[in-house]
């Protein structure tokens, strides 16, 4: 008795042979794959003047970025140099008048104006860094294998002065958040 053979052909894991390529001999050879071929197309005119103004432009501002971060680095620092010295001023010169403060509030108030002098120091460090970042020895060689131009290096020096300089801006925040805090409860806290 024949059995009938199945409409359905057996699946094939790829990569193996079938039955009939082992029964013959020849060895199984994968279609080759089909790459698309990229169509490009002419744009239908030339970039215009305000386009090609505006390459312009951008060169120009990506290529001084570095200058504009590191000046900018230098008004914050400046800036907060002051901040921490009007902190500093006023904790020595009211600082006398803590003790009329009852113990617990005298503790929190000088803490909170101690934290708003240490965040804005470090605030104040942050932005020296962005202002006058330190250079370890830098050749070409290693310059050119990790950033292939030197522009983009330029590009992450002036990517890395940002993020410092924007740390410095939260350091301030906070300090400036807890300087306020001091203040009020200098204000409001019995004595």
């Not at 699946?11 to 994968?30: C, F, H, L, M």
């Not at 008004?75 to 009007?86: D, E, Y």
């Amino acid at each position: 008795m024949t059995t009938p053979k199945s409409s359905v052909e057996p699946i094939e894991e790829p990569g193996r042979q079938s039955r009939d390529q082992e029964k013959d001999g020849s060895p199984a050879v994968p279609p080759a794959p089909t790459i698309p071929t990229a169509r490009y197309r002419k744009p239908a005119a030339p970039p215009g003047p305000q386009v090609l103004l505006n390459i312009e432009e951008w060169t120009d501002l990506v290529d001084t970025s570095l200058e504009r971060v590191t000046s900018s680095a230098q008004r914050w620092q400046t800036g907060l140099a002051g901040f921490i010295g009007v902190i500093t001023t006023v904790l020595l010169l009211e600082g006398g008048r803590a003790p009329d403060l009852r113990p617990p509030w005298r503790y929190i108030i000088l803490g909170l104006l101690l934290g708003a002098v240490l965040l804005g120091i470090v605030g104040l460090w942050k932005a020296l860094e962005a202002a006058a970042p330190s250079h370890s020895a830098v050749t070409y060689d290693a310059v050119v294998a990790k950033y292939v131009t030197i522009r983009a290096y330029k590009i992450a020096a002036a990517n890395a002065a940002i993020a410092r300089l924007r740390s410095a801006k939260r350091l301030v925040a906070a300090a400036c958040v807890l300087l306020i805090i001091a203040i009020a409860l200098w204000w409001l806290a019995p004595r």
